[in-house]
């Protein structure tokens, strides 16, 4: 993979104190609006049915939807979430120490207590899984390349996947904060670029989430978040290909909320949120979802209808179906 210095960017020189953050992209996602609400490990049988009424009562336009509820309550919401609605599940087993040359580390059922198997949730038809959040990294000690073996693995068994990254404060305050997300970015380009299996697309959304500003209020400032989305966006176009960098959703995930939400939904190469906290209010996540109307106003440009884009390539790793 070509390596890319990046330098940081410097202000224009009459610069407003707050310059328009869309002014920073080089160029934008083709993809469709994307929110994901991330439950974690909240809520009970009830509040679960609560939520999912006010979620059945909203109406959604334009956009993807993914509820991602505690394991034990997927199925429940898999019978009673109305479309759009998709569910996604918090996490999916993989064996850390299992190297696997074909990139797909199958055979995942097995003697894991505790855990729930990519090849589970395909059964379940589950369509999408949430990896890589920095809780799973930090508390259950996670590494970028188990990252990465998972994605493969759950693509491998056509999950769609939201794959987490992002940098902690001492990461950005010692201007790390590019080094650390193309780190997690490579483990996982390294297991999906596979010419056999794999394939990138709009069913493999990157979650940018700075983790000072996960569950603190505190939200990345606009510029910051164009500033690594459009970094992010660049890097996929250098180390996979253009075609996957435009059709790659790219979403912000940090203390987002019903009354942030509009100002971010503006930024050009934000294609969607992923949100903890205020997916707990239905209410509030509708509105946020809705946001796509800003975005797509902001960016001028109409939503596409075909939302699944799907990149293969062949044994040289060149591009051989789009669709
Ligand atoms: C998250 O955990 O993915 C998240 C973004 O949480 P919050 O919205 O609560 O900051």
């Not at 069913?203 to 164009?226: C, D, L, N, R, S």
């Not at 253009?242 to 939904?265: K, P, W």
């Not at 509105?287 to 799907?310: F, L």
Request: contains cysteine; proline residues 4%.
């Amino acid at each position: 993979m070509r390596a890319r210095t990046l330098e940081p960017p410097r202000a224009p020189a009459r610069a407003p104190a707050r310059a328009p953050a869309r002014d920073v992209a080089a160029r934008a996602g083709r993809g469709r609006f994307v929110v994901g609400g991330n439950w974690k490990c909240h809520g009970s049988r009830a509040s679960v049915r609560t939520l999912i009424e006010e979620l059945n009562a909203g109406t959604l336009k334009d956009v993807d939807v993914v509820v991602a509820p505690p394991f034990l309550y997927l199925d429940d919401a898999m019978a009673t979430l109305k479309a759009p609605y998709e569910v996604a599940a918090q996490n999916c087993w993989v064996e850390p120490g299992l190297v696997d040359p074909t990139h797909r580390y199958d055979s995942e059922t097995g003697a894991f207590t505790g855990e729930v198997s990519a090849e589970m949730l395909e059964d379940l038809r589950i369509p999408w899984v949430i990896l890589g959040h920095s809780e799973r990294r930090s508390l259950f000690g996670e590494s970028n390349e188990f990252v990465g073996k998972k994605v493969a693995h759950a693509r491998y068994h056509g999950l769609s996947v939201i794959v987490c990254v992002g940098e902690t404060l001492e990461e950005r305050e010692s201007g790390k904060t590019m080094d650390v997300i193309f780190s997690q970015l490579k483990a996982v380009a390294t297991e999906i670029d596979d010419k056999e299996h794999s394939s990138w697309g709009s069913q493999v959304v990157i979650a940018y989430e700075p983790i000072w500003a996960i569950g603190t209020g505190k939200v990345a400032t606009p510029e910051q978040v164009q500033d690594v989305h459009a970094k992010i966006r660049q890097w996929l176009a250098d180390n996979v290909s253009e075609e996957v960098a435009l059709a790659t959703r790219i979403q912000y995930g940090g203390s987002v909320n019903a009354t942030n939400c509009s100002e971010l939904a503006r930024l050009s190469d934000i294609d969607g949120f992923l949100v903890g906290g205020a997916s707990l209010k239905g209410e509030d996540f509708v509105k946020i979802c809705n946001t796509s109307a800003v975005h797509y106003k902001a960016i001028g440009r109409k939503p596409r209808d075909d939302s699944v884009v799907t990149f293969s390539f062949d044994e040289d790793g060149e591009l051989i179906d789009t669709k």
